[in-house]
């Protein structure tokens, strides 16, 4: 028996317990896995469908340890792991998507680093630490522009975007904190894609359908499936995922944000991890982003992707959920996923919905006459 291969019965155990925990857990648990999940929240979404909840800080050694030994393989559901842990994973072989995916995406330094030497295209950007720096910098980087922190930023969380020197006195403010910082040069983009794709210890990678992403105040919004990009640009995106799928050796789900600008695509964003733009891929395609990532880890062969021809999957965040549970009966043509969280804060994620169908126009017609358009 191959000692890399995870097999029913045997345990998976997932580092954070969100509604991406949760969703690979149901897809593993149709394969017959068990899971054990490590999160400091007693109620969280993973908990609701796992076997074992250790609950605990991410860094707690202990924790850590009592999650190797229960898990026959480990994943993670987010890229703010503590590498101390995730070394300690990897020294146990059970971490086949090693730590270095982890140490390259907790830092936009090192993402913007990896895409540069895989000769991908990126936004212009330096790397500064005071202020002066930042004054330096912006000599050779033109207006618009965006300061970012390189670690610890999500959903429009540490940036501050730049339209003249009269925002100089906020940036001073942002950096006093201190640490290290990223300006950027804004990218006029006609639209923002991601490619979503799963990598197997055997170097096969399956790319699930480049998706078109909608953001509302800096938090994805709307997934649509085909993008509007022609088949060059999505060559380009399938081309540029692999050769960093290929530099980096990752395995499992990954996602890359791009930027579309001129037939060109320019990285943004990596996510060692499946996202919210593959969300649709659950019943768009007949493997899901979660399902693949499982038979990754696991040692099984992927599977390869069929899809519907349309899909569009739209955020339920913490503001539209009532209005979504009172109307459930009267809504037609949608999936619904609820993450069971108990507290519904206006911008919190709070499920999502999907549409499948024969092409867009079907489905955008089912979204105005759900009124879903109004979110
Ligand atoms: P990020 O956290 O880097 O993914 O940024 C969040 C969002 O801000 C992106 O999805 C873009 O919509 C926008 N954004 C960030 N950086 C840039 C940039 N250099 N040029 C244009 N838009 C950007």
Redesign the pocket.
């Known amino acids: 028996m191959n000692n890399n291969i995870v097999r029913p019965g045997q345990t998976i155990g997932i580092l954070g317990g969100g509604q991406l925990g949760r969703m690979m857990a149901v897809a593993a648990r149709h394969m017959g896995y068990r899971i054990a999940v490590l999160d400091p929240t007693e109620d969280c979404p993973c908990a609701h469908v796992a076997d074992e909840h250790i609950v605990a800080a991410y860094d707690d050694r202990e924790a850590a340890e009592q999650l190797l030994e229960l898990s026959d393989v480990i994943t993670y559901e987010f890229e703010n792991v503590d590498l101390k842990v995730a070394r300690l994973f990897e020294q146990a072989d059970k971490l086949p998507q090693g730590a270095y995916s982890l140490e390259v995406t907790q830092n ?1 330094e090192k993402e913007k680093q990896v895409s540069v030497d895989a000769g991908l295209p990126v ?1 212009k950007y330096e790397i500064v630490q005071t202020f002066d720096q930042f004054k330096g910098a912006m000599r050779t980087i033109d207006f618009p ?2 300061i ?1 922190t390189v670690s610890g ?4 969380k ?2 501050l975007p730049l339209g003249s020197e009269e925002d100089f006195d906020d940036v001073e403010t942002f950096m006093e904190e201190g640490g290290t910082y990223i300006v ?6 006609e639209l ?1 894609i991601s490619q979503v794709f799963t990598r197997g210890q055997d170097g096969d990678i399956t790319y699930f359908p480049v998706a078109e ?1 909608i ?1 509302k105040n ?1 938090i994805l919004h709307e997934t649509r499936v085909p993008a509007t990009v022609s088949k060059k640009v999505a060559k380009k995106a399938q081309e540029a995922v692999k050769s960093l799928a290929e530099k980096m050796n990752i395995v499992g789900t990954f996602a890359v ?1 791009m ?1 579309v600008k001129d037939h060109d695509v320019y990285i ?2 990596l996510a060692p991890r499946p996202h919210n733009s593959g969300h649709y891929t659950i019943e768009a395609c007949n493997v899901s982003q979660f399902e693949q990532h499982v038979r990754a880890i696991c040692g099984l062969p992927l599977l390869p992707i069929h899809s519907f021809p349309a899909a569009v999957m739209v955020n339920v965040l913490g503001k539209h959920q009532e209005i979504l549970h009172s109307k459930l009966e009267r809504y037609y043509g949608f999936h619904v996923h609820d993450y069971g969280k108990s507290e519904a804060r206006a911008t919190r994620k709070m499920g999502h919905i999907t549409f499948v169908g024969e092409n867009l126009k079907e489905i955008d017609e089912l979204i105005k006459n759900n009124q879903i358009h109004m979110w």
Do not use: L
Request: charged fraction near 30%; avoid cysteine; hydrophobic fraction near 30%.
């Open positions: 936009r936004a522009a965006v970012k930023g999500y959903d429009g540490g940036q950027e040069q804004w990218v006029p983009f923002e992403n953001h800096h944000e930027f943004n964003e």
